[in-house]
């Protein structure tokens, strides 16, 4: 699976409509096998709203594409199992299932109906190698609800793990994270861009600096920039909105608070 | 002092039915948040089943055990068909849930009356099941005895609460319903197909409702509006017990059954459902989220 080789995002005046206000408005996206991609934007740019649009949690017009796909007008579970993966804004996880039953469900889906009623003994060498990989192994059989903030976190990245997701979908993947775990979550997400497609949604500067490498920026539903990180810094029209400098990004944070 | 025991056994018993109804409920309605006021019409389908086996089947034992794998797939058939016409495009919508299966629910009654005619018909109970066994004889004529047929539902409330709680955890398809009720999206987005898993626990939901009602042919007549009349004290059982909670609604449903069987002892049987009426009232003023709770898309 690791030899196949990375496939590409594609995505052509996307639109998603929510009572009249476009959250997402003619967005056009390419993102070329094993890139890292941040996206970047302030709040309500429609990151998230694009994310969602892609993996099919919102109805959206124009097309996205993966590995030449069509993805608009599937249904989620479809999509996930083309090879989109995703993570939440807010570290999700099944709280009330332990570790290896999430990684199991998310490792699981193509099981038929009859297999669902037969209780499985051993660990899959996938699910193993991916608690390994989250450094969770130890804490399989606690719930996952009990795990830390930074944990729950990595256990999300896991499960796409198993999935054996091609393009990687991840909603600011170090909030409220540590300085040593948000290093944890940057080598972890180097080793996952090897042989997949990675776009990531962030905030933090700091972190995009070190690990991304091409950026687009969003604003009001649209991109406003788009290209190498100092490119995107050098950019008078993101500075004016937002990012940037030091002085530019403490301005732009505090008109949005 | 055998009264006291005969009283608790009545509670037990009352709660023993009380529990085989509401854990079809607390599936469809505590796991997926679905009011489904046509929970009952499927206890009265599977009650009817009892009655249609027997015609076929004369031996009522063995009618009786046909019956009820028979009940169970009649019942989860009319669940999933229901879920899939209606249901399915109702989910974010309780009321208009709530009109909907209200309206299928007295169409199922007007069938049953049309199929079966409007008063009640009688099934036969096998001879295993009619009498009784004495548990102690006290000498002076006040025996405590115990129906054959209310332990038979006790072990089959008991049953099915232990099949029920065994697959959701230890099956993968429990696995997924569980995944489904705590995180929809993520659910999906793991690559759950979740309309089909919500099918699956409506199958599974409606289909007990029918084991239900194989059970209450032991112990009631059989008529169309049988459902409606024993629906809303196993709601009731859900609520109380916290929505999506197994432990919850076995425990409240011995817990009212209890309080029923008591109270009605010292009063009478109208008193005795006022006065547990109100007590629910007061917990609920005190707990409205039931006695457990677990974190879910929430129906408010």
């Known amino acids: 699976m690791s030899t196949q080789k990375p496939a590409g995002l594609r995505i052509r005046d996307l639109r998603v409509v929510f009572d009249?206000?476009?959250?997402?408005?003619?967005?056009?996206?390419?993102?070329?096998?094993?890139?890292?991609?941040?996206?970047?934007?302030?709040?309500?740019?429609?990151?998230?709203?694009?994310?969602?649009?892609?993996?099919?949690?919102?109805?959206?017009?124009?097309?996205?594409?993966?590995?030449?796909?069509?993805?608009?007008?599937?249904?989620?579970h479809h999509i996930t199992r083309l090879g989109i993966g995703r993570t939440f804004q807010t570290a999700a996880v099944f709280e009330e299932l332990t570790v290896l039953q999430n990684l199991d469900i998310a490792a699981g889906t193509n099981r038929g109906l009859l297999t669902l009623l037969r209780r499985r003994k051993s660990v899959p060498d996938s699910v193993a190698q991916a608690m390994e990989t989250i450094g969770l192994t130890s804490a399989r059989d606690r719930l996952a609800g009990t795990l830390a903030h930074g944990q729950k976190q990595w256990l999300e990245i896991g499960m796409?793990?198993?999935?054996?997701?091609?393009?990687?979908?991840?909603?600011?993947?170090?909030?409220?994270?540590?300085?040593?775990?948000?290093?944890?979550?940057?080598?972890?997400l180097g080793m996952l861009s090897e042989d997949r497609t990675v776009v990531v949604i962030e905030h933090d500067m700091d972190f995009l600096r070190r690990y991304a490498r091409t950026v687009t920026v969003m604003h009001a539903g649209r991109i406003l920039s788009e290209g190498s990180v100092a490119e995107v810094q050098a950019d008078l029209k993101v500075q004016e909105v937002y990012l940037g400098h030091a002085k530019a990004t403490s301005q732009a944070l505090v008109q949005e608070v | 002092m055998t009264l006291v025991f005969s009283q608790l056994f009545t509670g037990i018993s009352i709660g023993a039915v009380l529990l085989l109804i509401a854990l079809g409920l607390s599936l469809t309605f505590g796991q997926m948040n679905v009011i489904n006021m046509a929970h009952g019409e499927f206890i009265m389908a599977g009650a009817y089943t009892v009655y249609v086996v027997q015609q076929?089947?004369?031996?009522?034992?063995?009618s009786l055990l046909v019956a009820l794998p028979v009940a169970f797939l009649v019942a989860g058939a009319m669940g999933v068909v229901l879920e899939f016409l209606l249901i399915r495009r109702?989910?974010?919508r309780p009321l208009d849930t709530l009109l909907v299966t209200w309206g299928v629910a007295l169409i199922l009654q007007q069938l049953a009356r049309d199929i079966f005619g409007a008063p009640n018909v009688q099934t036969r109970a096998p001879d295993l099941l009619t009498g009784s066994i004495t548990i102690f004889s006290s000498g002076d004529g006040n025996d405590l005895m115990v129906a054959n047929s209310r332990l038979f539902i006790l072990t089959?409330?008991?049953?099915?609460?232990?099949?029920?709680t065994l697959g959701l955890r230890m099956t993968p398809l429990g696995r997924r319903i569980r995944a489904v009720v705590q995180n929809r999206d993520l659910a999906a987005a793991s690559?759950?197909?979740?309309?089909?898993?919500?099918?699956?626990?409506?199958?599974?939901?409606?289909?007990?409702?029918?084991?239900?009602?194989?059970?209450?042919?032991?112990?009631?007549?059989?008529?169309?509006?049988?459902?409606?009349?024993?629906?809303?004290?196993?709601?009731?059982?859900?609520?109380?017990g916290g929505?999506?909670?197994?432990?919850?609604?076995?425990?409240?449903?011995?817990?009212?059954?209890?309080?029923?069987?008591?109270?009605?002892?010292?009063?009478?049987?109208?008193?005795?459902?006022?006065?547990?009426?109100?007590?629910?009232?007061?917990?609920?003023?005190?707990?409205?989220?039931?006695l457990f709770t677990l974190r879910t898309r929430s129906l408010a």
């Open chain 2, 243 to 290: 929505i999506g909670q197994l432990k919850g609604t076995v425990i409240v449903a011995f817990a009212l059954g209890m309080m029923q069987s008591l109270v009605e002892y010292s009063t009478t049987i109208s008193v005795a459902k006022v006065l547990v009426f109100l007590t629910i009232v007061a917990f609920l003023q005190w707990r409205p989220q039931g």
């Open chain 2, 90 to 92: 109702l989910y974010t």
């Open chain 2, 56 to 62: 076929i089947i004369t031996n009522a034992g063995v």
């Open chain 2, 191 to 240: 690559g759950i197909a979740t309309g089909r898993v919500d099918r699956m626990t409506f199958f599974i939901g409606s289909g007990l409702a029918g084991i239900a009602g194989v059970a209450l042919t032991l112990v009631g007549p059989i008529g169309p509006t049988m459902g409606t009349n024993i629906i809303i004290d196993a709601f009731l059982v859900v609520v109380v």
């Open chain 2, 156 to 164: 089959l409330a008991l049953l099915a609460v232990a099949a029920l």
């Open chain 1, 20 to 76: 009249g206000f476009a959250a997402v408005d003619g967005v056009d996206i390419d993102v070329s096998p094993g890139d890292v991609r941040f996206i970047i934007g302030p709040n309500g740019a429609g990151k998230t709203t694009l994310v969602d649009a892609v993996t099919g949690l919102v109805k959206a017009t124009g097309s996205a594409a993966f590995d030449g796909q069509e993805l608009l007008g599937r249904k989620v």
């Open chain 1, 160 to 188: 796409l793990l198993v999935q054996d997701a091609k393009l990687l979908l991840l909603d600011e993947p170090v909030a409220g994270m540590s300085q040593d775990e948000r290093d944890t979550t940057g080598e972890l």
